[in-house]
């Protein structure tokens, strides 16, 4: 089992109050990955000044303190990022071959950026919940590891983070980690190494994101205070052999089965009405109660001054994108939510007139235009393909 670390120097976190693109508040921790235990003391501390998400996170917290349940911390390779958008977004994109930030004057530290998630290989999730599900059987009785096994390693990897569905739209765009940071470090580090610093902490009702900053080396602008990744395998985000990997402390959305080596009545809180007026919890009866649980999310947010933005062309822009079904979500508005089938029809028409207009560019590339024709004999047409 993870040992979760706590922050001795809390109290001197300055825990900022905001919102989402979205219009959902959010506590900010800038230059910090806080680890869960980090997040109870913060939020207890300064419980009388709570928005609306931090008093939720808070109650979801302390209810999952006194049923003993345990996050089992897993490492993921981050090889993939993901952007996934609506059908409007994924459009202006593709039009102008480029990602794009808008000015987000509620969250100044947020101006600038334009944000990707880490996208998690179906392997790597497989081999998580596996190695998971090993850690929880030497805390659960054996009756219960046989009995619920399934159960037990589908509560693993099951948020948001790990979901193929999408809480933003229906369209996404996914590259290859270190293509992008090619691309990053011609246009906008001339040729010189990008920096990968922490960037902070958003707290919503369940979610925990770790911001991970992308920028030039150019020493000069805001960004020179933030700390670095570490190197030494610790804390949620570090770079090992120049590969970046995560290890979150939870990957749940909830919970199926009790994780606790005593798993009696007294690890059952109020309010429970059947222990109440029985004075025994059903709940341990049926280990199959849900508890919600909070989670991590890792976001890489890309610095792009000056409007620039970070260009693609047509061509990846398309092998890259995907369908995505829409999961429940508020965070997308009801009008812009399309089937899956509807996107991927949109995508494969897409492509369709891409190919069309391919195919009609070089073929006039071969034939050359009229006018251009001369009396004598042209040389040999494969002289124009060398």
């Known amino acids: 089992m993870a040992v979760l670390s706590t922050s001795r120097d809390f109290r001197n976190m300055e825990l900022q109050n905001s919102f989402s693109s979205k219009k959902s508040p959010v506590h900010f921790v800038e230059g910090r990955h806080l680890s869960i235990a980090d997040v109870f003391n913060i939020l207890t ?18 209810n999952m303190k006194p ?60 081999e998580a ?35 193929k569905s999408s809480r933003y739209g229906n369209f996404k765009f996914s590259f290859h980690f270190f293509d992008l940071l090619s691309l990053y470090q011609t246009q ?10 922490i960037l902070g902490t958003d707290l919503y009702k369940q979610e925990i994101v770790h911001y991970i900053l992308v920028h030039s080396p150019d020493q000069s602008h805001q960004f020179r205070n933030l700390k670095n990744i570490q190197t030494d395998g610790h804390g949620s985000v570090y770079l090992r052999d120049e590969a970046v990997y995560w290890a979150p402390e939870s990957t749940s959305i909830y919970l199926n089965v009790k994780i606790a080596e005593d798993p009696g009545p ?60 829409i ?40 034939n050359g235009p009229a006018k251009t024709r001369r009396t004598q004999d042209p040389p040999p047409r494969c002289a124009y393909l060398r």
């Not at 997308?332 to 949109?346: C, G, H, N, Q, V």
């Open 45 to 62: 501390e300064m419980s009388s000044t709570l928005n609306e998400s931090g008093k939720k996170m808070l109650e979801t917290l302390k």
């Open 67 to 126: 049923h003993s349940f345990e996050h089992i911390r897993q490492e993921f390779p981050v090889h993939r990022l993901q952007h996934v958008t609506d059908m409007s977004s994924m459009e202006g994109i593709y039009d102008e071959e480029r990602f794009k930030t808008t000015m987000r004057a509620i969250r100044p530290q947020f101006r600038d950026l334009v944000f990707w998630s880490a996208e998690i290989a179906p392997e790597d999730i497989r």
């Open 129 to 163: 919940r596996k190695e998971s599900f090993k850690e929880a059987k030497e805390v659960l009785p054996s009756w219960m590891a046989r009995k619920y096994g399934k159960k037990i390693k589908d509560q693993f990897a099951n948020s948001p983070a790990f979901d």
């Open 188 to 197: 906008h580090c001339g040729g010189e190494k990008p920096q990968l610093r």
């Open 266 to 325: 007294k690890t059952c809180h109020p309010p429970c009405n059947f222990y109440k007026e029985e004075g025994y919890c059903i709940h341990l009866r049926d280990t199959e109660y849900k508890v919600l649980s909070v989670w991590n999310h890792l976001v890489f947010a890309f610095h792009l001054p000056n409007h620039r933005g970070l260009e693609i062309k047509k061509e990846q822009l398309l092998n890259s994108l995907t369908a995505c079904a």
């Open 327 to 366: 999961a429940e979500s508020p965070l997308i508005d009801e009008y812009k939510r399309l089937e899956e089938k509807a996107a991927k029809d949109i995508i494969r028409k897409m492509k369709s007139d891409f190919g069309r207009q391919k195919r009609k560019r070089s073929s006039q590339a071969l």
